[in-house]
């Protein structure tokens, strides 16, 4: 995670705390390294996730967010649907990425339909940036994918060319789309544009 040089000592010490509980917690709830998982960031209430999870019995599926009702929901879902699989979690991506443990990698990360943090002020908010793909890049396995989906055009647009432009990912046009179930976002949402992109080899 990177902070900003001028940032204040207490954030610093604040930030150092978050990421302290976060690498203690992070084992107690992941399978045992070795290990690849599924990453959705920003996993809402987490209907998607716990389909895939359901889906996907051999795969174990991580989503996290930062609002904690939703985590609470999405955790349900997990539960009723007896789920061992599956776990949500209350954290950013960047402080996920810095911490998850070794040996624990990802082999597929969906973001799906995301904050695209539409005024310029904003952009630096955005997780389709080159800094954040290089970071995500060194905890994806080699051919592990990027799922990225939204209906803001423009986003659409930037990351794709961030991501054509990364030395780290390769957009895959002819890529199907590994899952369909429709988040809350996407059954509002007129139209939508998706891409993937593969990790590629060191």
Known sequence: MRLHPGAKPEFVL?????LAELRSELPAVLPPAPASIVLEIGCGHGHFLARYAEAHPDR?????????????????????????????H?????ELIDC????????????????????KRHHKNRLVRADFLADLA??????????F?????????????????????????????????????QLKAPEYQSLVAVRRAP
């Open 100 to 119: 998850l443990p070794a040996g624990i990698s990802l082999q597929a990360v969906f973001l799906l339909f995301p904050d695209p943090w539409p005024k």
């Open 60 to 88: 174990f599926c991580l989503g996290i967010d930062i609002i904690k009702d939703r985590l609470e929901r999405a955790a349900k879902k997990g539960r009723r649907a007896g789920l061992t699989n599956l776990h949500f």
């Open 14 to 18: 604040h930030v150092e705390s978050r």
């Open 138 to 147: 060194r905890r994806v396995v080699p051919g592990g994918a990027f799922y």
């Open 149 to 185: 989906r939204t209906d803001h055009s423009e986003y659409f647009a930037v990351g794709r060319t961030v991501l054509e432009r990364h030395p780290d990912w390769e957009i895959q046009p002819a890529a199907p789309w590994p899952f369909e179930e429709a988040t809350v976002f």
């Open 90 to 94: 209350k954290t950013e991506a960047t």
